[in-house]
Every structure is written in structure tokens, then in C-alpha cells.
């Protein structure tokens, strides 16, 4: 569903910065629909169910467990039926918010689970095609280049029309301190103060921050927010229950699969101007930060 949002950067920055990044010598690799079947089918998953962004899990690690919390969820997450047209979600996660707090209860489901196939955050049982793909290319893409800026670009979480450059805790805070007169500008959140964030087991960052252990590899990502977390969790749950319950033309499963893309992004005109105008800036400052010959950033 990101990759809608992924695709219109990409696009308009082919468009209007393709000749600048062409002559400026530094290499710039754009990973285009990892998930097809998510585009065609207005999933957030492939054809297995699996989030692919839980499924890059790191050599020596297992596709099993999933974090404290999400089996206690599994029947608020995951009823086995289709969705209703008056379901209270908002309302039945409220007393679990306040018990267990916003922070540890979004931990808990969208941390990465290997325990219920058809749940929501499904990493997968075994690697996925689309990591296999990535790891026969993504050297030949990258190619001998040691300095590396990889900027992961996500839609839904955040204040409507405004995104957080999330750092990785990878990379060094005083690498961020040097980078930030580039960065000028740019809401850059440490992990130090990442309050509203969370950690996600199986990330293609940090897969592909291990493949190339060793070069200047920086990690961050880019959050562009749209509606509220509660309300694009309301949405994946439908989503996902239409498709496994649910019957493909009925009209449930549409408004379902409809409301799902407004919510990761959404179709004003306002939002998309703004959110592309400030992916398109960050996107040219990070290439300004690769150009510069100080070595220290």
C-alpha cells in the first residue's frame, strides 16, 4: 500500500531532478514494487500473506515468535470472520490502550509475528521470493560505491501531510550531528526520542544495512503520516478479514480494499502536494550529502 506514495516520488523525481542525479556522479538505486500482488490486489502483503518488511530476517535468526502481547490480541486482530459494518475496534483496543499504553501496545502488533499465518504482521514461515530477488541483485546494484545512504520511504504514521525522518539507531548520532547542516530543515528523530516509533523485527534496512557490513552504510526512514494509527489499523484488520473470510466481489471487500488505499495514501490533492514536495526535498538533500566530498559526513 506505501508503495503507491513510493512510486509518485520516484516518478516525479525521474521527472524533475533525472538530468542533476545523471551528471552528478553519485549512484542512485530506486527498488521499485517489491510487492506486486500488494499493488494489484490492494493488500499490504504478498500472495502468502507475508508483510515482506517482516520477512528480511537476519542470517542465524528463526521465522518463529512474535512479541510480548500479540497472541493475547489475536482474536481483537484477527476474528475469523468477515468484517461488519458497525465494528467498534476504536472502542475495544481503548481499554487495552490504557492499560498497556499506546507505545507497548503498538510494539506488540506491528513488531513482526511468525505464529498466525493469516494475522496481520505475518513474517513469514521461510524467505520470501522477493528477498532472494534482492540478494542475487542488490550488489551488482550497489555496486563497489562505499558510502551508502538508504532512505526507507513509509506512509501512516504521523500527523496528516507531515513526516519524520526517523535515524536508525545503526547509524551513529554524531554522524547525524555532521549531516544536519544538509539536512537543514528536515525533522530528523533520533532514536533517543522516537516516541511515537517502534521496532520491527525482519526490516529490509537492517538486512541490507548486514549485507553490506563493513561500507559507510547509513539507515533512516522517512515516515509521511496520513490518518490516525488506530484508524489504519481498523483498516488492515478489515482488509485482511475480507480477504480471508470474505467474498472478493462483495461490496464489503471493495469498500474494504478502497479504504485501505486512501489510508496509506490518501487521494487529496492537498496531501499529495505537500507529502511530494517534502519527499522530493529530502530526496535532494540526501543526494547533496552523497556529492560532498567531506568525508567525515
Same mark, same amino acid.
Given at each position: ?6 512510486s ?5 523525481a ?21 510487492? %506486486? ?5 490492494? #493488500? ?8 515482506l518488511n ?7 535468526? @528463526? ?8 497472541? #493475547? ?12 459494518? &458497525?465494528?467498534?475496534v ?6 487495552? =490502550?490504557?492499560?498497556e ?5 503498538? @510494539?506488540?502488533?506491528?513488531g ?16 520470501? %521470493? ?8 542488490? %550488489?551488482?546494484w =550497489? ?12 506512509t ?7 513526516y519524520?525522518l ?13 549531516? &544536519? ?6 525533522? =530528523?528523530?533520533?532514536? @533517543? ?10 526490516? !529490509? ?8 557490513a ?16 488506530i ?9 485482511? &478479514? ?16 478502497? #479504504? ?13 502536494? @505537500?507529502s511530494?514536495? &517534502?519527499?522530493?526535498? !529530502? ?9 560532498a #566530498?567531506?568525508?567525515?559526513?
Amino acid at each position: 500500500m506505501e508503495g503507491f506514495f513510493g512510486s509518485a516520488v520516484q516518478l516525479a523525481a525521474l521527472a524533475t531532478m533525472g538530468a542533476e542525479l545523471a551528471a552528478s556522479g553519485v549512484r542512485i538505486v530506486f527498488i521499485h514494487t517489491l510487492n %506486486p500482488y500488494g499493488f494489484a490486489w490492494s #493488500r499490504h502483503v504478498n500472495e502468502d500473506n507475508i508483510d515482506l518488511n517482516r520477512n528480511f530476517v537476519l542470517e542465524g535468526e @528463526q521465522y518463529a515468535g512474535c512479541p510480548h502481547g500479540y497472541a #493475547r490480541l489475536d482474536s481483537l486482530l484477527n476474528p475469523p470472520r468477515p468484517p461488519r459494518w &458497525q465494528d467498534a475496534v476504536p472502542l475495544r483496543a481503548l481499554p487495552v =490502550i490504557l492499560r498497556e499504553g499506546l507505545p507497548a501496545l503498538t @510494539q506488540a502488533v506491528v513488531g513482526g509475528q511468525y505464529d498466525f499465518p493469516k494475522g496481520l504482521f505475518f513474517g513469514g514461515r521461510a524467505q520470501a %521470493p522477493t528477498v532472494r530477488i534482492l540478494a542475487d541483485h542488490l %550488489p551488482q546494484w =550497489i555496486g563497489d560505491c562505499e558510502r551508502v545512504l538508504h532512505l526507507d520511504l513509509h506512509t501512516g504514521l504521523g500527523k496528516w501531510a507531515t513526516y519524520q525522518l526517523l535515524a536508525d539507531d545503526l547509524t551513529p548520532s554524531d554522524w547525524w550531528s555532521r549531516a &544536519q547542516p544538509t539536512l537543514s530543515g528536515h525533522r =530528523i528523530i533520533l532514536p @533517543q526520542s522516537a516516541s511515537g516509533s517502534y521496532r520491527i523485527r525482519g526490516g !529490509l534496512g537492517h538486512w541490507t544495512a548486514a549485507w553490506f557490513a563493513g561500507r559507510n552504510y547509513q539507515l533512516s526512514y522517512t515516515e509521511f503520516g496520513s490518518y490516525h494509527p488506530i484508524r489504519v489499523l481498523h483498516g488492515l484488520r478489515a482488509e485482511n &478479514q475480507t480477504h480471508h473470510w470474505g467474498r472478493s466481489q462483495d461490496p464489503s471487500t471493495v469498500r474494504a480494499k478502497r #479504504r485501505l488505499r486512501e489510508l496509506f495514501c490518501p487521494g487529496d490533492a492537498g496531501w499529495r502536494k @505537500q507529502s511530494l514536495a &517534502q519527499a522530493l526535498a !529530502l530526496l535532494d538533500a540526501a543526494h547533496r550529502l552523497l556529492g560532498a #566530498r567531506d568525508d567525515a559526513v
